[in-house]
């Protein structure tokens, strides 16, 4: 298991670029952690690495954006915080998603665990005081 710690938010960029490192071939990426954790903020950088241009928000309502990276490449962000079903993740055509082999982050996977590859990266954002998070993958 690896881990990054985050000691504040002028420290994203680096410990997103860190990440992406580590992550390898990985392109489906859970993230799991409370209300307040940090998951959007790290998304949010980590689309700031891969050099999205685009305005980085948290899908909430609408499960799912996407976003173009530097290369041309679509990146997937999903929040299913608010779905009442998983039937409401596959009607998005969530296995299309899977399968673009483009990044996917996922903000509450716990939602949907049931469909989620066995190949997801799971990663686990703890807060550890008002300014430090632990990453956990």
Known sequence: MSEIIINSTDELGRCAGLFLDAVGDSRIIAFYGGMGAGKTTFITALCNELGVQD????????????????????VY????????????AL??????YFDSGCFCF???PEMIEELL?????KV??????????KLQF
């Open 106 to 108: 996922i903000e509450w």
């Open 55 to 74: 305005i980085v928000t948290s899908p909430t309502f609408t499960i799912a954006n996407e976003y173009v990276d530097a290369g041309g490449e679509s």
């Open 91 to 96: 009607d998005i055509g969530l296995y299309e």
């Open 117 to 121: 590859p066995e190949d997801t990266l």
């Open 77 to 88: 962000h999903f929040d299913f915080y608010r779905i009442n079903n998983i039937s409401e």
């Open 124 to 133: 686990r954002i703890t807060i550890l005081d008002e300014s430090t998070r």
